[in-house]
């Protein structure tokens, strides 16, 4: 019999956990960098300028590592949800087994139909058909992430269904798809996943000025990557901010777990309206030991006025509480990295309204291109606390209120999970460690600069242009 808060509930929570983490490296970068690529390509139709298209034709290659990192690891998570998680997918399957089903018709197989066509085409159909199966892979990929997070929105925030014999059975599709957690998760989500890719793009760009390697082709792209983050970080800050007053209506436990925040009301009957800064959370205790706090911020973040009630731990049993270390430090660290990253927007904007965006010019500001590299790898962190912010924030239910943790994971003997644990952690390492090989190689070879455009007469005289993305060794002419 499976216990709460025992051994093989942490294994299987741990386990899945480093799974989740490890496949969402791969595939919210590919879901913006999707969409980055036709515009990429639809600039080179649009303009005739050959740079978009060495640009494109460079950043296919990263992607495709990403796309093929993300299709191995996500192999491994569906087959986690069922052996890891068992009777929750039993239970979930009238609603989880139609909303995957979804998924797989309106994105995989859709998104299945154009990659080949995208990666492959190339001199081998129109230049439109090309550009239409891109923006039909960054379609099908968006279509996937909305499909997850309808499913993961639900396990959130429950709505349309009925528990009945063990069994989720749906009442209202349309008030189980649509649930209130979805309609600012996805969007929240999908804007990450954009903020991500220019960033990812970003930080390539500044890595190859820095080095002086074709430093005016990456200053080229580093222009609208700058102004189109100067639109996405702030909005994507001012949807965070939407979507913690929902998980603060919907799931108060999370949203106290977030912010460490104990007690409703004050000893004198006045709302605690404080915000913690940083905290040293005792849930078996229901307080803070040591805190420091502003006060009002509370309030004003979740309810938007002077001195509104938010809903603290001491509302519930301390069997419904998360964990607050977590979640209250993952939450900081993902909105300071979001703070930082439109800082770096805003940085990179002034300095192109001052006249400095030239490759020689931005060599002069090498402390902005060390940060913009070093800013590649913070949004990749976010998206790991923030995941971490609203799973276990949400425990210990796997359905929020509707169904414990430990009544969804297998019957599994600690042996068996770790048995299992070991082997996902070395096939996930496996893949992580072959794609940064990948991509290692691929950043120093660099984009390909000499071979004839697709279309052009030189490309018809060699063949039509259909050489596809290679791995080789550089030699020194091609790494200058």
Excluded: C
Aim: proline residues 5%.
């Amino acid at each position: 019999m499976i216990l709460e808060n025992t051994l093989p509930i942490l294994l299987s929570r741990l386990d899945f956990a480093f799974i989740t983490s490890m496949h969402i490296l791969w595939t919210p970068v590919t879901i913006g960098m999707s969409w980055l690529l036709f515009f990429l390509e639809w600039a080179w139709l649009r303009s005739g300028n050959e740079k978009w298209y060495r640009l494109q034709r460079f950043f296919e290659k990263l992607f495709i590592v990403n796309f093929g990192a993300g299709v191995a690891t996500g192999v491994t998570m569906e087959m986690a949800f069922g052996i890891l998680y068992g009777p929750f997918s039993q239970a979930v399957g009238p609603f989880f087994g139609n909303i995957l089903g979804f998924e797989t018709i309106t994105a995989f197989m859709y998104e299945a139909g154009f990659i080949g066509l995208m990666i492959f085409g190339w001199g081998k159909i129109g230049k439109g058909m090309h550009l239409f199966s891109t923006f039909n892979v960054a379609l099908s990929s968006s279509l996937s992430a909305m499909w997850i997070l309808v499913a993961n929105g639900w396990m959130q925030s429950p709505t349309g269904v009925v528990l009945k014999n063990g069994l989720f059975q749906v009442t209202n599709w349309w008030t189980a798809i649509f649930n209130p957690n979805f309609d600012i998760g996805f969007p929240h989500m999908w804007i990450a996943t954009l903020e991500l890719a220019l960033f990812f793009f970003a930080a390539v760009s500044a890595w190859f000025i820095l080095k002086n390697r074709h430093a005016d082709l990456f200053t080229t792209l580093l222009k609208p990557t700058l102004l189109a983050l100067i639109v996405i970080t702030p909005l994507q800050i001012f949807i965070g901010d939407e979507l913690g007053r929902e998980v603060a209506a919907d799931q108060p436990t999370s949203l106290a777990a977030m912010e460490g925040h104990f007690h409703t009301y004050l000893a004198n009957g006045k709302p605690d309206t404080s915000w913690n800064l940083i905290a040293i959370p005792d849930v078996a205790a229901g307080k803070n030991l040591f805190s420091i706090q502003i006060p009002h911020v509370l309030s004003l973040l979740e309810t938007h006025t002077w001195n509104g009630v938010v809903t603290g731990m001491d509302h519930f049993p301390v069997k419904d509480r998360p964990n607050v270390w977590v979640p209250f430090y993952a939450f900081r660290i993902m909105v300071t990295i979001g703070f930082f990253l439109f800082f770096m927007a805003l940085w990179g904007n002034l300095l192109r309204l001052r006249g400095e965006f030239t490759a020689d010019r931005l060599r002069r500001h090498p402390n902005f291109l060390r940060l913009m590299v070093f800013s590649g790898f913070l949004p990749y962190l976010a998206v790991w606390t923030g995941w971490w912010t609203r799973e276990i924030g949400r425990q210990p239910w796997v359905v929020y209120d509707l169904m414990r943790t430990w009544q969804g994971v297998s019957h599994m003997s600690v042996s068996a999970e770790s048995l299992w644990f070991a082997g996902y952690i070395v096939f996930e390492l496996m893949v992580w460690g072959g794609a940064w090989y990948f991509f290692s190689r691929i950043i120093q070879k660099g984009p390909d600069v000499d071979s004839p455009v697709v279309g052009s007469p030189e490309a018809t005289a060699s063949g039509g242009g259909l050489a596809q993305p290679s791995f080789a060794k550089p030699t020194l002419e091609k790494t200058r």
